[in-house]
């Protein structure tokens, strides 16, 4: 018998690669799918499709976690404070709306969390807060090449540039619950 209690959260935050590195780190994550979510095109996206902006998707992750472990609320205030959630549509240098912020909610009670949680994050940050939380409709897996993208290609030029620095930023900040 397991003491586990398996949950799942999905969100984006810019590219899946960042935030799949960055939830890669912390305890009682189990597993980290990147993936597209909240499209309006049938049928599963491709990465190419997803890029010209016209499908409606972001790029997400989907994190498979132990809530015995680390709460719903945890993940959120770490995914918060992990990317810009005050840019519209952009994270650095990525600019479109399968680059927004956003919270996908499995359920009410994941709804209510992130409402709260976006509404306690809110008074740190200068600007207003433009994260999405929408209801979960389908989860779309992203190609093999893209899962494990960091642990991959740490020497990549992109991942050098933009992930290590957000890795160093939520190893000062969340030492407590990294692995």
């Known amino acids: 018998m397991s003491d586990k209690n398996i949950q799942l959260a999905t969100f984006g935050g810019g590219c899946f690669w960042c935030t799949e590195a960055v939830f890669q780190e912390v305890k009682g994550v189990e597993k ?3 993936g597209y979510s909240g499209g309006n095109v049938p049928g599963h996206p491709t990465y190419r499709e997803i890029c010209s902006g016209l499908t ?7 994190v498979t976690f132990d ?3 680390i709460s719903f609320e945890d993940i ?3 995914f918060m404070t992990t990317h810009d959630p005050t840019t519209l549509n952009k994270q650095g240098a990525d600019v479109g709306t399968q680059y927004r912020s ?3 909610y499995h359920d009410k009670t994941q709804k209510q969390i992130a409402e709260q ?3 306690k994050v809110s008074e740190y940050y200068k600007d207003p807060i433009v994260t999405e939380i929408s209801p979960l409709d389908i989860f779309y897996k992203a190609e093999d090449y893209h899962q494990n993208y960091y642990r991959n290609n740490p020497s990549q030029g ?6 290590t620095p957000k890795l160093s930023k939520l190893r000062t900040l969340y030492s407590n619950k990294l692995k």
């Not at 992109?158 to 992930?163: A, D, E, G, K, L």
Request: charged fraction near 5%.
């Open 117 to 119: 949680v976006v509404k």
């Open 76 to 78: 959120l205030v770490i």
């Open 102 to 104: 956003v919270i996908f």
């Open 56 to 62: 409606g998707h972001a790029e997400v992750v989907q």
């Open 67 to 69: 809530s015995n472990i």
């Open 158 to 163: 992109y991942c050098s540039f933009v992930i």
């Open 32 to 34: 980290v799918v990147s």
